[in-house]
């Protein structure tokens, strides 16, 4: 069986792969073909051409296209469907398509991504990312190779939007989450973030409510509050000279990030670090099991996943290498071919990081 799965539908890491008979046998990122960071708006057209080629298929030995989001779970799902038949449009230049398309469950993708390729058959799941069609925050169970999700936060509770709003607030843009990460190795987690409140079975943002709003809206409205809130209690959003990509010396020639835009990275990693640790802590008592599985996009973020090894909460992690949205389409890949497998159960496939174009000496 012949499954293209595909990623982007949520405007960003488009990308695709490839899986014949239950193994995975290329993927790649539109952005690595297009040369433009995260692909914003892209189909993963010439990424699915570039798997086709490596399993030595067309477009007409599809049998199935695994869409790693699904415009039903949506509250205002036009624009996720829209994004499907474009990519079906779009290819049909190139080959005749035969396949069906599939959508899947956005989060479950992500779990799924990391899952098949862990060897647990018993493990902790959890999933975070900025936002899938109706929630940022997924934690389950892994159990015989079924995925469930028990504790589920809507995008207002988005960790991964924090992450954002912050590098923006900082001059690093909304794409420099990973810079964040970095800046925050040279800062004091002093900054208090109140919004962000812990309970006993998950976590909760104490700012305007958005859950009401479709997801795309849903999404700006968070950012708006984010912005405001940082405003409001920390300060005026550092300004970045764009040409330069640095911070404007508007005090003397200091082109370093300043004591404060430090101490608020540190604080925000810090308070990541801390919920992973929480939610790996009230997962392992629901479920007596010590085994987690990462992803989503704040999994890549490995300060916060080496602090929760650290801390004891977790005998053992495993995190896939494309735990953001790009990776999910091997989650949808997956989970398409998995009621065409009699053994559903982890096997511990290889998933290798460089499945993508080579290059000779």
Known sequence: MNILGISGGFGHDAAACLVQD?????????ERISRVKRAPKALPVDSSSYCLAEGQLTFGDIDVVAASWDPDLARHPEELRRYGQAFLRNSASRGDWTADLKYFDHHLCHAASSQYFSGFDDAIVVVMDGHGER??????????????????????????HLFEAVSDHVGLGQNGAGKLMG??????????????????????????????????????????????????????????????????????SNMLPSRRDCDLAASV????????????????ARYKTRRVVLSGGVALNCAAN??????????????????????????????????????????????LPNLGPSFTT
């Not at 239950?22 to 539109?30: D, K, S």
């Not at 990693?269 to 392992?284: E, F, N």
């Open 183 to 252: 800046l925050a190795a040279y800062g004091t987690p002093s900054v208090e973030l109140p919004p962000i409140q812990f309970t006993s079975d998950g976590y909760a943002v104490d700012l305007p409510d958005v859950e009401g709003l479709g997801y795309h809206d849903a999404c700006r409205a968070v950012g708006e509050n984010w912005s405001t809130w940082l405003q409001a209690h920390v300060g005026d959003r550092t300004v970045v000279d764009s040409r330069l990509h640095c911070t404007v010396p508007n005090q003397g």
């Open 22 to 30: 239950g193994h995975l046998v290329a993927m790649v990122e539109e």
């Open 306 to 351: 080496g602090r929760l090894l650290a801390s004891g909460a977790a005998d053992e992690i495993f995190v896939q290498p494309a735990a953001n949205d790009a990776g999910a389409c091997i989650g949808a890949a997956m989970l398409a071919g998995s009621t065409a497998r009699t053994d559903r159960s982890a096997s511990a496939m290889e998933f």
């Open 269 to 284: 990693q810090q308070i990541l670090g801390d919920l992973m640790v929480h939610l790996v802590t009230v997962a392992a």
């Open 135 to 160: 929630y940022s925050t997924s934690v389950g169970r892994v159990h015989d190779g079924s995925i469930k999700f028990d504790l589920q936060f809507g995008i207002g509770h988005s960790i991964g």
